[in-house]
């Protein structure tokens, strides 16, 4: 894993190890705490450790903040920090960064990619949006900048609701990247909506015949799912909703059994805020722990000790990217202030 081995790298070995590997691949010093150290270089640097529910319990631990991506995105809107470090997966540091263009974000691992946002080539989205030249473009934040910049308005699994039942009635509308949520957001608005076929690996594995069968097993207990899952789950699901959702219904229901049809890495809240709830993950397709999302696994404490001791890999765009990509930020975070859904 860390094959490398040096006291201080230069600035050339560095960009080299990032092209070779993605992060930094050196060997933190035998013994070394990597809570304390994370803590005083964070302090030490001005930097801020942001974390998704997907990460592993020690980096969601450790982080200033823990959050669902529409949290995460209003929290690097708004750090009073020099540093930006990013666990989670490569779409949310770049957001980060179109939010923060003169701060330095880093990301702890380059390749934390996501199936979901690979699944939607700017070079094909924009063939597929120029079929339909008098569509509004609302994108899932789960995009590259390029498609960021191709759109409208960004929405979140928490607010993607509201949002598109606020737009004007008049405008006809294009869904991106996800199917599923894509399909979920139809459902609940009954606004017509042209999708884009992608998925999320990790939310279409759960076996909707398997869920049936544990739910039968379990009457009493509540399916709590993603948008992000496939409908025929969605359709037996209790509660519908984003992390931070799920995470507050669990805390806030009466019931004491869950079925969570969500990536576990949610669960490591949910046993802290209702530690006496019992918490059964929905089974995949295939006997795999293919529900854990491996690009969100690729972050580790050794590589966010490393990206903040060398200030590596960081996020870098062009500017007019990040203008083009910054609007539809802009309008989801303007839109979610007005209705509600956040907080200042
Ligand atoms: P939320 O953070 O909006 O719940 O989305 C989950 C997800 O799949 C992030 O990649
Ligand atoms: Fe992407 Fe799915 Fe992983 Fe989220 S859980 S980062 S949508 S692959």
């Known amino acids: 894993m860390f094959p490398q081995s040096t006291a201080s790298p230069t600035p050339e070995e560095i960009s080299i190890w990032i092209h070779d590997y993605g992060y930094i691949p050196v060997e933190p010093p035998l013994g070394v705490d990597l809570f304390s150290e994370i803590q005083r270089l964070k302090k030490e640097k001005n930097a801020v450790l942001l974390a998704h529910y997907y990460q592993d319990a020690d980096i969601q631990d450790i982080a200033d903040f823990v959050g669902d991506s529409l949290g995460l995105s209003q929290k690097a809107a708004e750090t009073k920090a020099d540093i930006i470090v990013f666990a989670g997966v490569h779409f949310m540091a770049e957001t980060a960064k179109i939010l923060n263009p003169t701060k330095k974000v880093l990301i702890p691992d380059i390749n934390a990619g996501c199936s979901l946002s690979d699944s939607c080539p700017p070079a094909a989205f924009a063939a597929f949006k120029a079929k339909y030249p008098d569509h509004k473009v609302v994108s899932y934040i789960n995009t590259s900048a390029a498609i960021k910049a191709m759109s409208d308005v960004i929405v979140t699994s928490s607010n993607a609701v509201p949002i598109v ?46 869920v049936r069968s544990l739910r039968a097993q379990y009457p009493d207990a509540e399916l709590i799912a993603h948008p992000e899952c ?10 519908i909703g984003s992390t931070t959702s799920l995470l507050n219904y669990v805390v806030q229901s009466p019931k004491l059994q869950f079925i ?32 854990t999302c491996p690009h969100m696994k690729l972050n580790t404490l050794e590589k966010i000790y490393n990206a903040l001791l060398f200030e590596a890999p960081e996020i870098s765009l062009p500017s007019e990217l990040i203008e083009a990509a910054r609007r539809p930020i802009d309008k989801m975070l303007e839109m979610s202030r007005s209705l509600g859904l956040l907080r200042g």
């Open 165 to 210: 039942q606020a737009l004007p009635a008049d405008w006809k509308l294009i869904f991106a990247p996800d199917k599923n949520l894509g399909a979920y957001v139809i459902r609940k608005t009954g606004r017509d909506m042209v999708l884009w076929e992608g998925v999320c690996m990790v939310h279409t594995i759960f076996s909707h015949q398997k």
């Open 230 to 239: 496939e409908p025929a789950l969605l359709e037996q699901a209790d509660f």
């Open 260 to 291: 969570v049809a969500t990536e576990p890495g949610i669960l490591h809240q949910m046993k802290q805020r209702a530690p006496h709830k019992e918490l059964i993950q929905a089974p995949s397709e295939y006997s795999c722990s293919c529900n």
